[in-house]
């Protein structure tokens, strides 16, 4: 744990060795906490993207350590979410940044930890749509369920014998939810 005497900026995590375990609010380094099961999940979750960005040249699936600086009135805030796609054409050139991702991702995923409250989950939620993001999945262990959330406001709770969708984002994705938490 880092003992901050002054507020940090994006680029101080970036420089800090472990800085990947963190994610900074506000100036304020918070420890990203994980459990086996949720980085296991999360770690699932990646795959079956990945496969599917792949095999249709979609774009770019991320893990719990890339940054995004997406949130334009909090210049200190990054967030990490556990899994994060961004479309292809987004990046100028199609070059992936060599640090922190200066756009919202389109799909932001958090695997919800036995250390996680409700509050964090929901405020970091927020801060995703609001920049813009424009799916986000909120995967409950607990439960074997997963919530898809809109910019619309619009959400949706779905269990293990439903089907997830990329929606209008990643169109023509479908999965399981079962096979996320198999």
Known sequence: MHEATALLEPDDLLNLPDG???????????????????????????????NYMRAHKHGYVFGSQTGYRCFSVRKNLVRKPDVSCVLRGRFSGEVIPKGDISIPPDL????VSPNDLYEAVEIKVGEYLEAGVRLVWVVCPATK????????????????????SGEDVLPGFSCSVGEVFS
Do not use: Q
């Not at 375990?21 to 979750?45: C, P, Q």
């Not at 932001?108 to 695997?111: G, L, P």
């Not at 369920?145 to 997830?164: C, E, F, G, H, M």
């Open 145 to 164: 369920s997963i919530i898809v959330r809109r910019p619309n406001k619009t959400a949706n709770t779905l269990d293990a014998t439903d089907s997830l």
């Open 20 to 50: 990947e375990s963190y994610e900074l609010i506000d100036g304020h380094l918070v420890e990203k906490l994980m459990g086996a099961e949720s980085e296991f999940i999360g770690a699932t979750i990646l795959t079956i993207l990945n």
């Open 108 to 111: 932001a995923v958090e695997v």
